[in-house]
Structure formats: C-alpha cells, structure tokens
C-alpha cells in the first residue's frame, strides 16, 4: 500500500452544495472550469490584441531580473554581499524602468491602474487598463512585452495533462490497477461522485458517522478505513480537555473536504459535466474531454483507496503514526497484504513488497507456515520474495 500523509489544517465541511446550479450534488473537490486545451498544451499566453478593456495586463520590462543579477555576480566570483547589491540595483533599475512606463501609460489611459511590480524572477508591471493603450507602449525601449494576465480560478481538470499524466495512460495503459493508497487524513467522503457514490448531500447527511452502513461503505473505491480520531477529538487543546482523548469508531466519513480532495488527486474515477462518475477509458480522454469535466481523475483512477481519519471536525492531530502503522494491516488480521500488490515504506532502509497473491508478510527469509497462506498462495512465495 501506498501511504499518503496530508496534515494540514481541515477546510470547510463536506456535503455541503457546492454548484449554483446543481445544489443537489455534493461538495469535496472543486469544481472544473479548465483552461483552454491550447493553453495547456503549448502554454499560449493569450494575446490583449482584441480584448475590450480594462483588462489586467503583465508588461514585461526590459530589464535585469534581480536572481539573474545575484547569480551573475556570484558566477563572477564576486562575495554574496557584491551579489546582494547588485540584485538590489537591477530592483530599483527595474522600478525607475516601470515608474517611467506608467506614467507613459496614464497619459494614454488616465483610468489605468497598477496592480503590482515583480522584480525578482520577470522584471515587470502589473496593469489594468485598456488594451489598446498598452499596447501602445511597446515602442518604448523599457517594454520587452505585453500580454494579458488569465485568470486563475480553483480546478483540477487539467492536472492530469499538466502532470503529463495523461500523456502516461496513454503510453503504458497504467491506471493504477492492483495499487492500494492510504489516505491518512481527515477521512474520505465516499458519498462522493468522484469515488462512486451518489453525491448527494442527502446520502452524506444520512449516515451515522460513528457506525459503519454497509450500503454506503466500504465501496469498491474506498475499500477500507477507520476513523481514529472521532469527531470531537482534537488534539490542539484548543477544544477542551476531553476532545484530547480520541473516540475511535469505524466510520472514516470526514468534517471536512481535505482528506476527500488528496484521495480524488490520488485515485478519483473522475465526475462528469452531469454529476455522475466518470466511467469511460481513461486512456481515450484528451485535452477537450477532461475540461468537460466537472472533476478531473486523479493520477491512478483504478486505484483502490483507504480512509484513515485522523483528525476531528477541527484542531490538530497526534495519531498520524498509529494511522502510518495500522495501514500495514488494515483489517487487523494479522495478514499485512490483502489480495493485490502492495508495496509499504516502513522506514528509511526497509522496503516491504507483499506478493501479488496476498501471501503473509514476514520480515524475515523464513517461510510462512502454510497454515498461515491463504490459499492460492504458493508455498515458495514468501521464501522468495522476503519482506
Ligand atoms: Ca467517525
Ligand atoms: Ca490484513
């Protein structure tokens, strides 16, 4: 099993409506308004040519960045008090340089606004004006270029193609199959659509979080979990001394969006314009198929998941390493490989490979009683194949 830790601060609460127009779908992963297949693909700044302002507009100056000029006085051999200074005079170089440029700027546009300067990586000034005034301003020597600033807004369609992801499905026909990932975390919404679930608030809100309803969970996603934390716990102080003392119970269904966000990056089917789980062939999709989506896939989409719910509705954690230790045998069975392939990182130096078949981990060369093999098992594997 994969082991995938994300101990940050809890965000807002799953099962929330999460789309104006669809108020009946449940929330846990932003919604995807992806970026324009050719931008992704060749990184295309669109132009401000044709745009009707204002507009925000990066004008790139013609100037020293000030990392260029640190690295090259060091490079120079010069100490790195020499190199401080001299990124210090490619930052006010640069600064007279966008003084000049917005003042030519508001003799054309007296509504123009400043947004910021960059000064360190891209020497440049930030605009909101009109198009066709700024473009103007490249006749001045000070002005390397211009180009319109996009909008970013909270997605994940394109991280698959952003990450080459989907440029390896289509290679090797990998998704993930036969791989297991723990989610260590505030739990997994496996109500959720990106995991097969209805999606509904409804479906969230009515279940018990402290017992397990077996129309709900486990799924075939999210085939395991626990919650080892309960919902009051937590560990800051912050919330009382009784919420220090955790209230495990096997329902893993999280507070909050974090967990249900790692696991969707990690393993999500993917959900379609319409709400429902994506499930298409992965290796099909393109550019145009994933910025329909209303959640992109997550990088091993067959990937099967498993929630450890280590954190409360709020607050803090300590039980992160009891997570870490109980994803080596989720189901306490003493048989640390259920049926599949996995592979644990249990320290720096030991790296445990459980055989395909689920035959018992053993830390040692010796082999496994047979009593102890599942059947199927063959009686040389873990001989062969010592953890
Ligand atoms: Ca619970
Ligand atoms: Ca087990």
């Known amino acids: 099993m994969i082991v995938a830790t994300a101990l940050a601060a809890a965000t807002p609460a799953a099962g929330q409506p999460d789309h104006p127009q669809r108020p009946e779908l449940a929330q846990g992963v932003p919604a995807a308004e992806g970026l324009p297949p050719d931008v992704v693909e060749g990184r295309i700044s669109p132009r401000p040519d044709g745009a009707r302002g204002p507009v925000p507009i990066f004008i ?46 508001l003799t054309r546009d007296a509504g123009a606004e400043e947004l910021y300067r960059t000064v360190n990586a891209v020497p440049g000034l930030a605009v909101v ?21 996009v909008p970013k807004t909270l997605t994940n369609s394109n991280a698959v193609q952003l990450s080459r992801t989907l440029a390896t499905w289509q290679q090797t026909g990998r998704f993930g199959d036969g791989l297991r990932i723990g989610i260590i975390d505030d739990g997994i919404d496996y109500t959720h659509a990106d995991f097969g679930g209805p999606g509904t608030p409804e479906a969230y809100d009515a279940i018990d979080r402290t017992r397990i309803d077996a129309s709900y969970f486990p799924t075939a996603k999210v085939v395991g979990g626990h919650d080892l934390a309960g919902d009051d716990y937590d560990a800051s102080g912050a919330s009382g001394p009784a919420a220090l003392t955790p209230q495990p119970d096997p329902n893993p269904l999280p507070c909050g969006d974090h967990g249900t966000h790692v696991a969707g990056t990690a393993a999500g089917f993917g959900v379609n314009a319409d709400g429902g789980t994506f499930r298409g062939d992965y290796g099909a999709l393109d550019g145009v198929a994933l ?51 996995a592979r644990v990182r249990v320290s720096r130096t030991t790296r445990v490979r459980v055989s395909r078949c689920g035959c018992p981990c053993t830390r040692h060369r010796a082999p496994s009683p047979a009593s102890q093999r599942p059947a199927g098992c063959a009686s040389a594997e873990p001989t062969t194949r010592p953890c």
């Open 60 to 105: 790139e100056l013609e100037r020293t960045a000030a990392v260029d000029a640190y690295s090259a006085a060091r490079q120079a051999g010069r100490s790195t008090s020499a190199a401080r200074g001299a990124a210090t005079a490619a930052k006010e170089a640069t600064s007279r340089a966008a003084d000049r440029v917005l003042r030519a700027l």
């Open 129 to 149: 004006a009109e198009p066709a005034r700024v473009r103007e301003l490249v006749a001045m020597p000070q002005v390397r270029s211009v180009s319109r600033i």
């Open 291 to 341: 910025n329909r989506m209303r959640i992109g896939p997550g990088t091993a989409p067959k990937a099967l998941l498993y929630a450890f719910k280590v954190f409360g509705c709020g607050g803090s954690t300590t039980l992160a390493g009891k997570a870490m230790d109980l994803a080596l045998d989720p189901n306490t069975d003493g048989d640390c490989a259920p049926p599949g392939r």
